[in-house]
């Protein structure tokens, strides 16, 4: 919906996950990135993680089992999850795993794993980080990562040429370039878990490439 207001120009710029931007260009082209926002990390991941007593070795096996995703899991963590369930299970996620719950974050659902209360969860660079800084004993004890996604490419500001003149995009870009060194915009930013906005990459058309190829577009998409 965002891809096609943007090419009927009822949108001057729109944000996309880094891989739906990647399924986006594909489809239409003529849409250009204009910046990308990143956090500390800098490199987004989805992380599948169990108990350390757990006797799986891969996703492929926890079919059947518990799985906790919180409920502000990111989209990337979705995407990964179907690229290694969907073929086992046409259904989708809830026809493989026995049960899924929706903890009201990802330090509650570590908590849960290393409870036994759940057999597996999902979580983010982020959370995943942020649970080893707060619980590190905890997870050093308890937890492993089961898999983990490569690194997606990150969020997107996306435009199409001709909508907004280049002076208009200029003063954007230079605004959300400053954004970081103002209190308004740190705080602004924080709530995004943003540090910064930066200038597109030179590798970033080959980080989308890389993407695509591991994470094709849904069927409605092509």
């Not at 908590?111 to 999902?122: E, F, S, T």
């Not at 990150?154 to 280049?166: D, H, S, T």
């Amino acid at each position: 919906e965002i891809a096609l207001k943007l090419m009927n120009k009822q949108l001057d710029l729109g944000i996309f996950h880094g891989h739906e931007f990647a399924w986006m260009q594909k489809k239409y082209p003529e849409l250009l990135p204009l910046m990308i926002a990143v956090n500390k990390h800098r490199e987004d991941r989805a992380c599948v993680i169990v108990h350390k007593d757990s006797p799986a070795k891969s996703v492929a096996d926890l079919r059947g089992k518990k799985i906790d995703m919180p409920a502000d899991v990111s989209e990337i963590s979705r995407v990964f999850l179907q690229k290694y369930t969907t073929p086992m299970a046409n259904q989708g996620l809830d026809a493989f795993f026995g049960a899924i719950v929706n903890s009201s974050s990802p330090t509650a659902a570590l908590d849960d794993v290393a409870r036994r209360k759940v057999d597996a969860a999902i979580v983010g660079t982020i959370g995943l980080e942020f649970y080893k800084e707060v619980k590190g004993p905890v997870f050093e004890k308890n937890l492993k990562i089961l898999q983990q996604s490569a690194s997606f490419p990150p969020v997107v500001i996306v435009y199409r040429p001709g909508k907004l003149e280049e002076t208009t995009l200029n003063q954007f870009r230079d605004g959300l370039l400053r954004a970081h060194k103002s209190d308004e915009g740190r705080d602004m930013m924080k709530t995004w878990n943003i540090e910064t906005f930066e200038l597109i990459p030179k590798d970033y058309n080959k980080s989308l490439a890389e993407v695509l190829k591991a994470y094709p577009p849904p069927v409605l998409l092509r």
